[in-house]
Nanobody
Framework: QVQLVESGGGLVQAGGSLRLSCVAS????????MGWFRQAPGKAREFVAA????????YYADSVKGRFSISRDNAKNTVYLQMNVLRPEDTAVYYC?????????????????WGQGTQVTVSS
């Protein structure tokens, strides 16, 4: 079984930065595309960013383009989400997800494995 564990969330003031990490362990799956999603209270889970296995392809939600950056270190089975110029509307639980293929995917249904989430709170 694959486990994904997120870390790096916390409380930050608007305009600040955080870096989230997601480590895969267990029966690590082969060449997975990875993504980050988020869910704010009372709202549906939404796509934030995705990266292919090679790292050559990345996708971002319009709401985070230019502020967030996704990257990965395959030697460490880790994917990162660097979040800059944070806004109160970025407040949510952030989830790491992995899919069984190498491509960067943008839909929830395309992911097979999920972490438990890490809370990000941005104060105004």
């Amino acid at each position: 079984q694959v486990q994904l564990v997120e870390s790096g969330g916390g409380l930050v003031q608007a305009g600040g930065s955080l870096r989230l990490s997601c480590v895969a362990s267990g029966r690590t799956f082969s060449r997975p595309g990875m993504g980050w999603f988020r869910q704010a209270p009372g709202k549906a889970r939404e796509f934030v960013a995705a990266i292919s296995w090679s790292g050559d392809n990345t996708y971002y939600a319009d709401s985070v383009k230019g502020r967030f950056s996704i990257s990965r270190d395959n030697a460490k089975n880790t994917v990162y989400l660097q979040m800059n110029v944070l806004r109160p509307e970025d407040t949510a639980v952030y989830y790491c997800a992995g899919n069984s293929g190498p491509l960067a995917r943008t839909r929830l249904s395309q992911y097979d494995y999920w972490g438990q989430g890490t809370q990000v709170t941005v104060s105004s």
